[in-house]
């Protein structure tokens, strides 16, 4: 930090955030490194955290036993499996680049959704211009958000024949939400 601190005051502001950040995730294990190096994957990396009972999951993450836990109708997005989700497009980053929120351990029974925009303001953008973006203003409970279409801990490139934005998986992509499109291709 008194590096980025002597740089902010030799080349200004942007130069010097810039390199506290690197300075910041630098001491975080990334991605790609061994799963075993990930607090997060101490809990999330056990296929039993999908299953886990509410008193179970309270004993893992809340200090207050009065503490609200999520109720997601799916708590298999709760289990990250490291096999499938370190190799992928998202590999550089650690955990807490895209969940700010579970910056601490224990970290709140309930966090808050993932952040996309920092690293894809142009996605963000057309996806606000897109027919997608009144739902995602309006939060309602249907919201298409960018983990709808494009996964959530194994995000793959669009290239990819595995991704669910190729364009040969599209189809089936799109009629999760939109089961009429299954009925009747290219309407």
């Known amino acids: 930090m008194i590096r980025a601190i002597r740089i902010l005051r030799l080349h200004g502001s942007a130069l010097a ?22 607090p997060c994957l101490s809990c999330h990396g056990t296929p039993e955290i999908a299953t886990a009972s509410v008193a179970k999951r309270r004993e893992m993450v809340a200090t207050d036993p009065g503490a609200t836990l999520s109720s997601r109708e799916n708590l298999q997005t709760l289990f990250v499996d490291p096999a499938a989700s370190f190799q992928k497009v998202h590999v550089e980053f650690d955990c807490v680049s895209c969940h700010p929120t579970a910056d601490k351990m224990p970290h709140a029974p309930t966090l808050d959704p993932p952040v996309c925009t920092p690293c894809h303001p142009r996605e963000s953008v057309e996806h606000q211009r897109s027919q997608h973006g009144p739902a995602a203003a309006a939060q309602g409970k249907d919201v298409p958000t960018c983990w709808s279409c494009h996964g959530s801990h194994n995000i793959r490139k669009k290239q990819d024949p595995a991704s669910p934005t190729h364009p040969a998986n599209t189809l089936n992509t799109c009629g999760a939400c939109h089961p009429k499109h299954l009925a009747q291709p290219g309407a």
């Open 17 to 38: 955030i810039f390199l506290a950040a690197a300075f910041f995730i630098a001491d975080r294990p990334a991605l790609g490194a061994a799963p075993e190096e990930h």
